[in-house]
């Protein structure tokens, strides 16, 4: 257990709304991951952070932003969320590790655009 | 740019039987390779990694990956298989000591009783 939570773990909405996901960790860590996970794809990275207000785009990052204002929390906010990003999203984190660093992962939420 | 395919996206086996999830993976540096199982309705746990230090890695729950640089594959072994093995299983590469992790499609196993 990396001291990951995510917030809301399910949540359904409609086409159009704006939605915001959270991602809290406890123990400081300076990378932070969001991907989304998709059947025959495994994981896609959406976006990810190196540190404060330092972001970056991953693999799949059109129609989501990040922000990440405080080292432990990490937001994906989908602007005007569509059908196509109904999915399984899950944050994790980068462990310093030797002698290989190691990501870690929440639990996920369950996201449903209706 | 690298890549992970993992072949057989369903394996069945009986209850005893010898596990093997193939993973083959391209990367243009030497790589870092990592093993996650996902159970159901859970998140991501890492089952084991490749570090260099040795070809043949052993994880938690009796699972173990073999390195071999010249077929670029890490194959995921376990000699008997439990009902509790059944998950979804997948691999994953970063060639920068685990940042940025490029995932196979994942292997879901099942396990007959």
């Known amino acids: 257990d990396a001291g990951i939570t995510q917030s809301p773990r399910h949540k359904v909405t409609e086409t159009g709304t704006p939605v915001t996901l959270r991602c809290h960790q406890t123990e400081n860590h300076r990378y932070m991951y969001w991907y989304r996970q998709d059947p025959g794809h495994g994981l896609r990275l959406i976006h990810y952070s190196y540190g404060v207000k330092d972001t970056d785009k991953g693999e799949v990052s059109d129609g989501y932003s990040v922000s990440r204002s405080k080292t432990e929390d990490f937001l994906l906010t989908l602007e005007s969320a569509t059908s196509s990003q109904t999915s399984v999203y899950f944050c994790a984190i980068t462990e310093k590790q030797v002698p290989t660093d190691t990501q870690y992962f929440g639990p996920g939420t369950r996201l449903t655009v209706l | 740019a690298q890549s992970v395919t993992q072949l057989g996206s369903h394996v069945s086996v009986s209850e005893g039987a010898l596990v093997l999830l193939r993973c083959n993976y391209s990367s243009s540096v030497p790589p870092y390779l990592f093993w996650y199982v996902q159970y159901p309705n859970q998140g991501l746990q890492l089952l084991l990694k490749?570090?260099?230090?040795?070809?043949l890695v052993k994880g938690i729950n009796g699972f173990e990956a073999e390195f071999k640089k010249s077929e670029t594959s890490f194959h995921l072994t376990k000699p008997s298989a439990h009902m509790s093995d059944a998950a979804e299983y997948f691999c994953?590469?970063?060639?920068?000591?685990?940042?940025?992790?490029?995932f196979g499609g994942g292997t879901r196993l099942m396990v007959k009783p």
């Open positions: 994953a590469v970063s060639h920068n000591a685990g940042n940025m992790l490029t």
């Open positions: 490749y570090t260099s230090a040795a070809t």
